[in-house]
């Protein structure tokens, strides 16, 4: 990965993009991939659409979300504790002791999640984290003093960490789900322009937010694009670490490439061409099966409008919408890989229906 890429990737990380609240994040990434495109876009709830031959009829979008989970401050005592309600999947069993940032319009409040020690702690009736028992100490005495700092009820709570690296071989932090997607398909644009390549379609780069609730940001804007092709990248599970069952969730391993999915919002012929060029490409990569929809922003796109040729590209992930999810570097290089590769042989107008 090459070094200015891992800064851009580093900084866009840090930065906190809590679903609803994605525009600082947006803004990086479209100050990263403008000079590899031709235009760009943007809708009103911040979705970000970067194009390459944007007059071009036939439109090929590849996709990843820029939102992370994250908290609501819901309740504040007359004691100046904060309760918090979930924005998105937060895990209120990592939260006890976390150290937080509160945004709000005067700025950044540092908060922590507070606990009881061990020693005060019954073990015969030891309370599990909860909503109902977890709380955000200010260092504020009173409701009056935290609403000076800014801080009222619906203020966003994200959890404070950063970017590292594990044995040179991971890339660990918060809110890898997704913005490592939104640094691939940007990866994505930038070969296309430093390698001079030509592409036949309309080239539809595009960072949706609200995923974490609802699909919700890929639903708006796959209705205003209008695509005939979509290739979504997102995270999925490592299944190698403890607690992990692989007869029903599945045997995938980070550091053994790109996950391509099985599933009905998946289309077939378009996921046939990706295994093809996998394997002429010789790029590793492995196989996972979905229910009725994968939970991801790929359903949005195969269901939007008259329905839209989808496929799946995943990053597997070790400790999902925890501080520490952590990707291997040559999974995110391939699926880098796999998508320009795809992207390249695709000829304009390319009609994947499967009766004709």
Known sequence: MRKQSLEFL???????????????????????????????????????????????????????????????????????????RRNGGSDHQIAPSMRVNIHTKKGIVKGVFGWPAIHVRNPQKEENPSLSNLFIDTGCNSKDEVEEKGIHV?????FVDEMTMLND????????????????????ARIIKEKKKKLPFGLYIVNAVQEEIGLRGAEMISRRIKPDVAIITDVCHDTQTPMYEKKTQGDLTAGKGPVLTYGPAVQNNLLEMIVETAQKKKIPFQRAAATRATGTDTDAFAYSGEGVASALISLPLKYMHTTVESAHKDD????????????????SGHDFRYIK
Do not use: C
Not at 171 to 183: E, H, K, P
């Open 10 to 84: 580093e900084n866009y990380l840090n930065n906190a993009s809590p679903t609803g609240f994605e525009s600082s994040g947006q803004q990086l990434w479209l100050d990263y991939i403008k000079p590899y495109i031709d235009e760009y876009y943007t809708d009103v709830y911040g979705s970000a659409v970067a194009i390459i031959n944007p007059k071009a009829e036939y439109k090929v979008v590849i996709e990843a979300h820029a939102d992370e989970i994250s908290w609501f401050v819901n309740y504040i005592t007359n004691e100046g504790l904060i309760y918090v």
């Open 154 to 158: 619906g203020s966003v709570i994200t």
């Open 169 to 188: 071989r991971y890339i660990v932090g918060r809110a890898l789900d997704n913005r490592i997607g939104g640094f691939m398909i940007a990866e994505v």
């Open 332 to 347: 995110v290089d391939n699926v880098i890989k796999l998508i320009y590769e795809t992207l390249i042989q695709l000829k």
